[in-house]
């Protein structure tokens, strides 16, 4: 069974960075996607940035140029790193993962972390 679990989550001023991980364990599958989703309250939730076995990554226009997500095969830690942070940025982020590997940005996922939550203030 595959279980993620994030962290790196806080409190920042616009403008600033923060470094998101995500511990994946259980992942046996050589095709799949892994991603990182955001839903801030009352808004629907929506997909950040994503990367597949391949390493190829797709980003939301939102946050292009801005963000960067990243996976360490030898770690099993997927990342992203978030510059250039805007108040709309605030948001409980999530890491998923689903086998096989196709549209992983809008794919739909089987696997959830629980969550950490990013919060920027101007």
């Known amino acids: 069974q595959e279980q993620l679990v994030e962290s790196g989550g806080g409190s920042v001023q616009a403008g600033g960075s923060l470094r998101l991980s995500c511990l994946d364990s259980?992942?046996?599958?050589?095709?799949?996607?892994m991603g990182w989703f955001r839903q801030a309250p009352g808004k629907e939730r929506e997909g950040v940035a994503a990367i597949d076995s391949d390493g190829t990554t797709s980003y939301a226009d939102s946050v292009k140029g801005r963000f960067t997500i990243s996976k360490d095969n030898a770690k099993n830690t997927l990342y992203l790193r978030m510059n250039s942070l805007k108040p709309e940025d605030t948001a409980m982020y999530y890491c998923?993962?689903?086998?096989?590997?196709?549209?992983?940005?809008?794919?739909?996922?089987?696997?959830w972390g629980q969550g950490t939550q990013v919060t920027v203030s101007s």
């Open positions: 259980g992942n046996t599958y050589s095709n799949y996607c």
């Open positions: 998923a993962a689903e086998p096989g590997r196709a549209n992983c940005l809008n794919n739909e996922y089987s696997y």
